[in-house]
């Protein structure tokens, strides 16, 4: 063999190779941007279902703040348990701060539950509600009123879990590229 058959028989071997490489190359890239849009497609989809639920769960805590009664707080407590199962089935998902975010604004509402709950009763009569008159050092009298102090509480509780939802809801689409 000449040097020119060895030169010719390398640049054939070696654009045989080189295809070979490539494809090689090619499909593994392929399987990874695969990966990446599986990923990122369920990632947009869990984001999805979570917000549409947190959504939902939000017009149930609004209709308990307009009007609580037994009905409203069971629609409620409902629409908690399920927003709560889908994060969970999502978790998976999930970074761990978003998890955790998401855990925390679910808290707040679990807070929110307990709070509408006492004012139920105290409305009921289950939970006696005090009333307290105090006379201040400067001679003004002061009222301590539990039941007002109750929806004070609840009133801070969702301004907390409206003021998370919206900096989860810049969070989400920040992450989702919408803007």
């Not at 959504?55 to 707080?73: G, I, P, R, Y």
């Not at 307990?114 to 005090?130: C, F, N, P, S, Y």
């Amino acid at each position: 063999m000449n040097w020119t058959e060895i030169i010719i028989g390398g640049i054939i071997g070696g654009g045989l190779g080189g295809v070979i490489v490539g494809g090689i190359i090619n499909h593994y890239s392929s399987k990874k941007l695969d990966k990446f849009h599986l990923i990122s497609e369920s990632q947009f989809k869990a984001f999805s279902e979570l917000w549409k639920s947190l959504t939902e769960l939000k017009n149930k805590a609004n209709d308990l703040w307009d009007n609580a009664n037994d009905v409203t707080l069971l629609s409620f407590i409902n629409s908690l348990k399920e927003t709560s199962d889908t994060l969970e089935a999502n978790a998976l998902i999930l970074n761990e701060v978003d998890y955790n975010d998401l855990k925390n604004i679910l808290a707040k509402f679990g807070e929110y539950r307990i709070g509408k709950t006492r004012l139920i009763d105290m409305d009921k009569g289950k939970i006696k509600a005090e009333r307290k008159e105090f006379l201040l050092s400067n001679g003004a009298h002061a009222i301590y009123d539990e039941r007002l102090s109750q929806l004070s509480q609840n009133e801070d509780i969702k301004n907390e879990y409206e003021k998370l939802l919206g900096e989860l809801r810049i969070k989400f689409q920040d992450k989702m590229g919408i803007k």
